[in-house]
């Protein structure tokens, strides 16, 4: 009789805790096994009011002004627990992010919504999936980075720009099997959700 080959466990060395383990015990393309990621993780959050009581002021990485804490606003992702820029010169400032996004829904409908055509706010616009079950990738601000900009674009050529009113009521159409965007139908949008015509600055941080 043939026995069977044993199946060859992987494994791999934490550099944390430099314990040999199985692949099962680390996050994929990690280094730390999950049990040392865990308790680092939890040790930051349990410092982090010692990082900020250390830091009673600091600099802020734009006008290069040193203020008090309570001049930032406040991030747990940094180890001070604070932005690197003070709140009066994050205030009106566009990332490049920001920026992308945009320009694209400014070339493609001018700030206008695609069913009842007002224009809006840029926070009052969103981007509706033409084929939902094609969705590759969501389009929030972060996406549109420039590592990202053409693989965004190409995900947003296949959506509408639609107000957060009407994309509602997109779905509540899709759910009886007809479509308010697909058909041209909009005498089906209720005349008290068509917001004002938006006479302000998209490019500006009201």
């Keep these: 009789m043939t026995q069977k080959k044993k199946k060859k466990i992987k494994t791999k060395r934490c550099s944390k805790c430099n314990r040999v383990k199985q692949e099962v015990a680390f996050n994929k393309d990690r280094t730390v096994c999950k049990r040392c990621n865990k308790l680092a993780n ?10 900020r009581a250390q830091t009673l002021e600091k600099e ?24 690197s820029k003070c ?9 490049a992010s920001k920026r992308n ?3 694209y ?18 926070n009052a616009l969103t981007f509706h999936h033409k084929y939902p079950k094609k969705k590759t990738k969501g ?7 420039n590592i990202y900009l053409e693989e965004t674009k190409r995900e947003a050529d296949e959506c509408y720009v639609l107000c957060h009113n009407c994309h ?25 959700y068509i917001h004002k015509e938006y006479k302000g600055d998209p490019f500006k941080n009201e």
């Design 168 to 192: 509602s009521l997109e779905h509540i159409a899709l759910r009886h099997n007809t479509s308010l965007v697909n058909f041209k139908r909009f005498d089906q949008v209720p005349s008290h």
């Design 101 to 103: 996004m945009l320009k």
């Design 87 to 95: 709140k009066e010169c994050a205030k009106g400032d566009i990332t």
């Design 139 to 145: 389009l929030t601000v972060n996406a549109w980075s």
């Design 42 to 51: 939890a040790i930051h959050r349990e410092t982090a009011h010692i990082r």
């Design 60 to 83: 802020c990485s734009t006008c290069k002004t040193v203020k008090k804490v309570r001049e930032f606003a406040k991030d747990n992702g940094t180890l001070t627990g604070y932005k």
């Design 105 to 122: 829904i400014h070339e493609r409908s001018d700030f206008r919504c695609q069913i009842c055509g007002g224009r809006h706010h840029p």
